[in-house]
């Protein structure tokens, strides 16, 4: 596992597991993220502020947590901030499809991020 922000650890393309990325995707908040991400070019982060989740500041904190640990994302720490951003090539690498399955599966539900 690699560090991020500290000593938290995410899993590296090698141990992301179907598992955990499914139960992490299987939350609106969590996908909501990932969809909204998914729509910028690669590389781009966001701060975790700018999704607008309407949780609590500790709800969210969880979201992205459980983001980060399934491996979907990378977060960063700038001090007073944080960002994330999402790790397109090693899910598309590891799950051939998965995110495109996500977003043909929100748009056809009517939960598409624009």
Same mark, same amino acid.
Do not use: Q, W
């Given at each position: %596992?690699? *560090?991020?922000? &500290?000593? +938290?650890?995410?899993? /590296?393309?090698? $141990? =992301?597991?179907?598992? @955990?990325?499914?139960?992490?995707?299987?939350?609106?908040?969590?996908?909501?993220?990932?969809?909204?991400? %998914?729509? *910028?070019?690669? &590389?781009? +982060?966001?701060?975790? /502020?700018?999704? $607008? =989740?309407?949780?609590? @500041?500790?709800?969210?904190?969880?979201?992205?947590?459980?983001?980060?640990?399934?491996?979907?994302?990378?977060?960063?720490?700038?001090?007073?901030?944080?960002?994330?951003?999402?790790?397109?090539?090693?899910?598309?690498?590891?799950?051939?499809?998965?995110?495109?399955?996500?977003?043909?599966?929100?748009?056809?539900?009517?939960?598409?991020?624009?």
């Amino acid at each position: %596992m690699k *560090e991020a922000m &500290g000593a +938290e650890k995410i899993p /590296t393309r090698g $141990e =992301l597991e179907i598992g @955990k990325v499914l139960t992490a995707l299987s939350d609106p908040h969590r996908r909501r993220v990932v969809l909204a991400l %998914m729509n *910028e070019p690669d &590389g781009i +982060e966001r701060t975790c /502020t700018s999704f $607008e =989740l309407p949780v609590s @500041k500790s709800t969210s904190t969880f979201h992205f947590r459980v983001l980060r640990e399934a491996g979907l994302t990378y977060d960063l720490s700038y001090g007073n901030r944080r960002g994330v951003s999402l790790r397109r090539a090693d899910i598309d690498a590891r799950f051939p499809g998965l995110l495109d399955a996500i977003a043909n599966a929100a748009a056809s539900e009517g939960d598409a991020v624009s």
